[in-house]
């Protein structure tokens, strides 16, 4: 397979997946300049690298795991307090929504905080990306039955966030 086929590939994946790739990134960070940075780096990453690909076929996990990898390095390298303030000088600031927030339900995104990055990666993929279980296994680089307890775990930890403790 030559390097101009599987660097084709990757840019195809990248170009069908950004929003979806910002979207992930985006529940790691909460905030938009970040998350572009994360998914920047990330292609950065994948076509860097687009060399090591073997199979066409695992290239949009490859490239989801890269992006996953990246997040969490972000979040523990950049781990503070982010305070927001009011503008006092009614200076008007011009924000581009590049993309469509599906991730609307801010209580579940709070909820998603609980979660260690591990737990936090298999549930956005499986639901918020709507990955089959054998997809998120795949992007992580974990084993199926690994990722379907940690999504027990984790959804069983989301519902007692949610529903204050009950069962």
């Given at each position: 397979?030559?390097?101009?086929?599987?660097?084709?590939?990757?840019?195809?994946?990248?170009?069908?997946?950004?929003?979806?790739?910002?979207?992930?990134?985006?529940?790691?960070?909460?905030?938009?300049?970040?998350?572009?940075?994360?998914?920047?780096?990330?292609?950065?990453?994948?076509?860097?690298?687009?060399?090591?690909?073997?199979?066409?076929?695992?290239?949009?996990?490859?490239?989801?795991?890269?992006?996953?990898?990246?997040?969490?390095?972000?979040?523990?390298?950049?781990?503070?307090?982010?305070?927001?303030?009011?503008?006092?000088?009614n200076e008007e600031i011009m924000v581009d929504k590049p993309f469509i927030d599906i991730y609307?339900?801010?209580?579940?995104?709070?909820?998603?905080d609980i979660l260690s990055d591990r737990e936090k990666a298999v549930v956005i993929l499986r639901?918020?990306?709507?990955?089959?279980?054998?997809?998120?296994?795949?992007?992580?680089?974990?084993?199926?039955?690994?990722?379907?307890?940690?999504?027990?775990?984790?959804?069983?930890?989301?519902?007692?966030?949610?529903?204050?403790?009950?069962?």
């Amino acid at each position: 397979m030559s390097y101009e086929t599987v660097h084709h590939a990757i840019e195809d994946i990248i170009l069908t997946s950004y929003e979806s790739m910002y979207r992930l990134a985006y529940t790691y960070v909460k905030n938009e300049q970040d998350a572009l940075d994360i998914v920047q780096e990330s292609i950065y990453k994948a076509i860097k690298n687009s060399d090591q690909i073997d199979n066409i076929e695992s290239a949009k996990s490859w490239i989801w795991r890269i992006l996953v990898n990246t997040a969490i390095d972000y979040v523990r390298q950049n781990k503070r307090e982010v305070i927001i303030s009011d503008i006092s000088d009614n200076e008007e600031i011009m924000v581009d929504k590049p993309f469509i927030d599906i991730y609307e339900d801010i209580d579940m995104l709070k909820a998603l905080d609980i979660l260690s990055d591990r737990e936090k990666a298999v549930v956005i993929l499986r639901y918020f990306e709507d990955m089959k279980i054998s997809e998120v296994a795949q992007c992580l680089g974990e084993n199926i039955n690994t990722v379907k307890s940690v999504l027990y775990r984790s959804l069983k930890k989301l519902k007692t966030e949610i529903t204050g403790g009950g069962s």
